[in-house]
């Protein structure tokens, strides 16, 4: 039976989707949709790995829309000032199991764990990271440029060229200037 049931596949086509602003809105909704639906099921009662399981199942999403939205479409909220976008590392400034944790406490929205900061830096800077044991971790998740405070002389943008002020760029005035992107 499985083998006459192979002979019948045929090759699956899909309809290529090119990225815009409509297919970017598109996938926040239903990321959304998604990861509420993951965390009311992890409200219940679960085995050590069915908690896993879900946990892995929101960091998919957290990291499928930070991929396809972000990277994809502006590239990365910040970028390290002088970085060569050819040769750098797509970073999440607040680490993403950290950002699922949070959203599962509720202390970010689905919204807001979808769009948090994102930033291409260079690979000795993320190898710095590595050294210094901030690859999961971070000091200030409010002041969330504290992170890269090991590097030397360090100077960030947004996505768009806006130069920040990293000592008084918090999570809120992160939050406000990426809300219409």
């Known amino acids: 039976m499985l083998k006459q049931s192979l002979e019948k596949f045929s090759k699956a086509k899909y309809t290529k989707v090119t990225r815009s602003a409509e297919t970017h809105a598109e996938s926040l909704v239903i990321a959304v ?29 957290i990291r499928r829309y930070h991929n396809y939205v972000i990277e994809g479409g502006i590239g990365a909220h910040y970028t390290e000032v002088g970085v ?7 970073e999440h400034v ?3 199991a950290k950002v699922r944790d949070m959203f599962i406490q509720g202390v970010l929205t ?3 764990a979808l769009n948090t900061p994102t930033c291409f830096i260079s690979k000795a800077n993320d190898q710095l990271l590595r050294e210094n044991k901030r690859v999961s971790s971070s000091p200030d998740y409010w002041n969330f440029f504290k ?3 090991i590097f030397n002389n360090v100077k960030f943008q947004t996505y ?3 130069t920040i002020d990293c000592d ?9 200037f990426f809300k219409n992107i």
Do not use: V
């Not at 993951?38 to 929101?58: E, F, I, V």
């Open 33 to 61: 949709a998604e990861l509420n639906r993951l965390a009311n099921l992890y409200k219940g009662k679960h085995t050590p790995q069915t908690a896993r399981l879900l946990r892995d199942s929101m960091d998919h999403w």
């Open 84 to 90: 060569d976008l050819k040769n750098c590392i797509f």
């Open 94 to 96: 607040i680490p993403a």
């Open 110 to 112: 689905a919204e807001q």
């Open 147 to 149: 992170r890269y405070d």
């Open 160 to 162: 768009n060229g806006q």
């Open 168 to 176: 008084k760029w918090t999570l809120e005035n992160h939050f406000n």
